[in-house]
């Protein structure tokens, strides 16, 4: 089979699935917004912190500088009609927490909102934003991780064939993950 030599700026469109997150943020004025990444990683496990790669004209990304505070929380499968709507932008003085139907629960340290429906939500404060290419990595140090009890196995670990979370591939495709038996190393 040919191996086809392609544009290197698509390699994120191939290197795919990847974990799509709901982020809400929060301005000075303590209205909320919720923008879709999947540009998302783990960063260390001690102290708990999160990276993701966000554009530098979003709404999101203005309200991260301000307040700096935000909650990751994960979108299932049901969701991916809200999902696709978080990923738009809109005028900013319209909600698009609203705009989506999604529902918001207060969180316990940071003003950003968790959403109701999304089985994992973690309350971050931001550490550090620092540009690389036309994209700035944000860290977060997770402070408080919510996550819905029956939703995890013994050792903590995300039922995924229960949450079935969506996977991005690009625009408005996503993956659902198929879960394999635990390997044997
Ligand atoms: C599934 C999905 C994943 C996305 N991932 C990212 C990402 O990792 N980084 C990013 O900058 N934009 C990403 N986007 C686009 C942003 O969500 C979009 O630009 C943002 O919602 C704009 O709204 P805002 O101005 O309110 O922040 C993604 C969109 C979708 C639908």
């Not at 000075?28 to 923008?35: A, E, H, L, P």
């Amino acid at each position: 089979m040919a191996q086809i030599t392609r544009d290197p700026r698509d390699f994120w469109k191939v290197l795919a699935p990847r974990l799509t997150v709901l982020v809400t943020t929060m301005d000075r004025q303590g209205r909320t917004d919720v923008s879709a990444f999947s540009f998302v990683s783990p960063i260390s496990f001690d102290p708990p912190l999160i990276g993701i790669a966000s554009g530098v004209k979003k709404h999101s990304y203005d309200n991260l500088l301000q307040k700096r505070e935000f909650v990751v929380n994960l979108p299932t499968e049901k969701m991916i009609e809200k999902i696709a709507v978080a990923g738009q932008k809109w005028d900013p003085h319209v909600s698009k927490i609203e705009r989506a139907g999604l529902k918001t629960k207060p969180a316990v340290h940071v003003g950003p909102p968790l959403l109701a429906e999304c089985p994992v939500s973690a309350e971050c404060y931001l550490e550090e934003a620092k540009k690389y290419g036309d994209h700035v990595l944000l860290i977060g140090k997770v402070i408080a991780l919510h996550v819905r009890d029956e939703l995890v196995d013994e050792k903590g670990r995300l039922k995924v064939a229960l949450v079935r979370p969506a996977l991005h591939v690009a625009d408005n495709l996503f993956a659902f993950p198929y879960v394999s038996k635990e390997a044997k190393g």
